[in-house]
């Protein structure tokens, strides 16, 4: 059952693949090693300007021959809105002060022009450097976008929270779909349904979504090791992409702070916040989280609130204080361990034939 | 992996358990069909006297000669507020107004101490007709009422939502823990660990407390097939309890607009609310959970909300609308069907004997 129409899609001998996270966590070392582990690396793009992407996919090329995988954001339609930014870093204030930081008078405001820009430049360094996957987060990339990667042989991979959402990536032509269970870390990928209420659970999502796609199924949300592994399968999923297990590996570029928050962290810290970016997202439970919740509902949206919090994300992480740093994590962190990429992935596969 | 200490120790065939759901759902039938398709049927006690659950025991006993258990919910301590009672009543005014219904003058408030003695009665029945198997919600009975069963040999079954949960289940002697993840149907069965926010999923759940405990482990939550039996298998629960999966089965009790609700619902339809009962459950959302939403924290307590709502409850079911009724599932709606439960039972172990 670990080798699938998904390994052989994905030309890759296990059917894991490594989270797409993004925002440094993920070194050019790590997505290789989980390449040459047998899984499928993936670069976490959605932060990066075309030129940082080029070089890190060059990077990568250099430590592997096997293949990788990319994931990019697919821009939401956003509008600046000039008193939400000031009430924003009004909220934010008393944290600038508690880490001596100064009011900034001025931020780069993204504008939605700009960052669809970026996007199809984003496309073209894919296409240019034939990444041979590349996969979404936070919605369908148009058609003709669609068109002119699949011209280039790229195997398109979507994100889903719902079976609506599976179904839409179907319907557009993606050929594999990664469905997040309410356990995932990070942001969620949510772009039809993205009721905060109606969070489905992975073991009621996978089975479900399989029911009503043709695609490959790809389960994804506090799985981390060969248990969830075959639990998914056994749901019906072809593989599993994991977030959290690799962020706590050695090769990943994660803040120590951060690994250590997830290490120590049981399975009720997480919660999930739109304070840190805009975007509803599940982390560690910490102060600022806690003390930017009443004022959730007034922020501005992604990635505007990313932009604002961004000293704020950094300054903390210099300081080695996990207060006010963005502590993403998926709901299994008791499972997290401090291994090699190598390990991790052996340990998985060796459990996982155990049990099958 | 079908066959293991849970089974030897429930002496039951297959390691299925039906959800003790409370409320009118369960019938004689139910249970005893269950129990001889070679699950273990469960009745659920929670709302019933113990005159009305001794009937039901030897009714059930003349009906299969196979275990079968029964769930007790252990009392909570409460306060009845005279002021939220009030405030209670006022929110509920329109709605009783659309039922045509009259405002009532006096309810039969129930306090603490007469919910404990009827508790004290339940278990006196339980040893008496000599349940086989006895589990509890809502909290761990005390170490006198624990000895008092093990002193007959009863099996006793815990409930819990998190880690610790579990492991404060296994130290009060516990033999048995239901594992309860966020997508489950009904009552939310915390008793330390309440965060509404931090609800976690069966897929994380599982395999943390099956590493902290050293009894066997019941997943509960979303679970309607096969699949989702040898999923919980892989993350290492010794079976399953399903609610949902059996509510719509035709021996079930439920009323067939809350089936219909159910056959008819998809994935996301679900949100948790405790304008029901005063505690946290998950139903699909209708009328009166968007109507009563702005009121959520300013409700009584269980069992207290739960005596307000109980007319309007039951004159929405009399009225055949599902506006106003508690519509109790888990996330898997689109996996429910009408069926007979031995189908269901034998559906299930042709899937997983499939899978493994």
């Given at each position: 059952m670990l080798n699938n129409d998904l390994t052989e899609l994905l030309k890759i001998e296990y059917p894991i693949i490594q989270a797409p996270m993004?925002?440094?966590?993920?070194t050019s070392k790590l997505v290789a090693e989980v390449s040459n582990s047998g899984g499928l690396g993936m670069i976490g793009?959605?932060?990066?300007t075309p030129i940082q992407m080029r070089e890190q996919i060059q990077e990568i090329k250099q430590l592997t021959s096997n293949p990788f995988g990319i994931n990019l954001f697919v821009p939401n339609e956003f509008i600046v809105e000039e008193n939400e930014i000031v009430s924003s870093n009004q909220f934010l204030y008393p944290i600038r002060q508690q880490l001596n930081l100064h009011q900034k008078d001025s931020f780069e405001i993204p504008n939605f022009n700009d960052v669809f820009k970026t996007f199809i430049e984003q496309i073209k360094v894919v296409i240019e450097e034939n990444v041979p996957i590349c996969s979404f987060t936070f919605g369908i990339p148009s058609k003709e976008v669609i068109a002119e990667l699949k011209l280039s042989n790229i195997i398109l991979m979507g994100t889903a929270t719902t079976v609506r959402e599976a179904v839409e990536n179907e319907k557009a032509g993606m050929d594999i779909v990664v469905v997040q269970g309410s356990?995932?870390?990070?942001?969620?990928?949510?772009?039809?349904?993205?009721?905060?209420?109606?969070?489905?659970g992975l073991m009621s999502l996978t089975p479900q979504v399989v029911d009503n796609v043709n695609i490959p199924v790809i389960s994804a949300g506090g799985i981390m090791d060969g248990r969830g592994l075959m639990a998914s399968i056994c749901l019906g999923a072809k593989g599993v992409q994991m977030g959290t297990a690799f962020l706590t590996?050695?090769?990943?570029?994660?803040?120590q702070v951060h690994k250590e928050a997830i290490l120590n962290a049981?399975?009720?810290?997480t919660v999930l916040t739109r304070?840190?970016?805009?975007k509803w997202a599940r982390g560690i439970k910490n102060k600022f989280i806690l003390e930017m919740k009443k004022y959730e509902t007034l922020l501005p949206y992604f990635p505007v609130q990313n932009t604002l919090t961004q000293d704020i994300r950094k300054t903390s992480a210099t300081q080695n204080?996990?207060?006010?740093?963005?502590l993403w994590s998926g709901q299994?962190?008791?499972?997290a361990k401090s291994q090699t990429v190598q390990s991790l992935i052996i340990n998985i596969i060796a459990e996982a034939k155990k049990l099958s």
């Amino acid at each position: 059952m670990l080798n699938n129409d998904l390994t052989e899609l994905l030309k890759i001998e296990y059917p894991i693949i490594q989270a797409p996270m993004a925002g440094g966590v993920i070194t050019s070392k790590l997505v290789a090693e989980v390449s040459n582990s047998g899984g499928l690396g993936m670069i976490g793009a959605g932060y990066l300007t075309p030129i940082q992407m080029r070089e890190q996919i060059q990077e990568i090329k250099q430590l592997t021959s096997n293949p990788f995988g990319i994931n990019l954001f697919v821009p939401n339609e956003f509008i600046v809105e000039e008193n939400e930014i000031v009430s924003s870093n009004q909220f934010l204030y008393p944290i600038r002060q508690q880490l001596n930081l100064h009011q900034k008078d001025s931020f780069e405001i993204p504008n939605f022009n700009d960052v669809f820009k970026t996007f199809i430049e984003q496309i073209k360094v894919v296409i240019e450097e034939n990444v041979p996957i590349c996969s979404f987060t936070f919605g369908i990339p148009s058609k003709e976008v669609i068109a002119e990667l699949k011209l280039s042989n790229i195997i398109l991979m979507g994100t889903a929270t719902t079976v609506r959402e599976a179904v839409e990536n179907e319907k557009a032509g993606m050929d594999i779909v990664v469905v997040q269970g309410s356990e995932a870390g990070g942001h969620r990928g949510s772009f039809i349904d993205g009721n905060q209420e109606s969070l489905v659970g992975l073991m009621s999502l996978t089975p479900q979504v399989v029911d009503n796609v043709n695609i490959p199924v790809i389960s994804a949300g506090g799985i981390m090791d060969g248990r969830g592994l075959m639990a998914s399968i056994c749901l019906g999923a072809k593989g599993v992409q994991m977030g959290t297990a690799f962020l706590t590996c050695v090769e990943s570029g994660a803040h120590q702070v951060h690994k250590e928050a997830i290490l120590n962290a049981n399975e009720d810290h997480t919660v999930l916040t739109r304070s840190f970016s805009g975007k509803w997202a599940r982390g560690i439970k910490n102060k600022f989280i806690l003390e930017m919740k009443k004022y959730e509902t007034l922020l501005p949206y992604f990635p505007v609130q990313n932009t604002l919090t961004q000293d704020i994300r950094k300054t903390s992480a210099t300081q080695n204080t996990q207060d006010f740093m963005s502590l993403w994590s998926g709901q299994s962190p008791r499972l997290a361990k401090s291994q090699t990429v190598q390990s991790l992935i052996i340990n998985i596969i060796a459990e996982a034939k155990k049990l099958s």
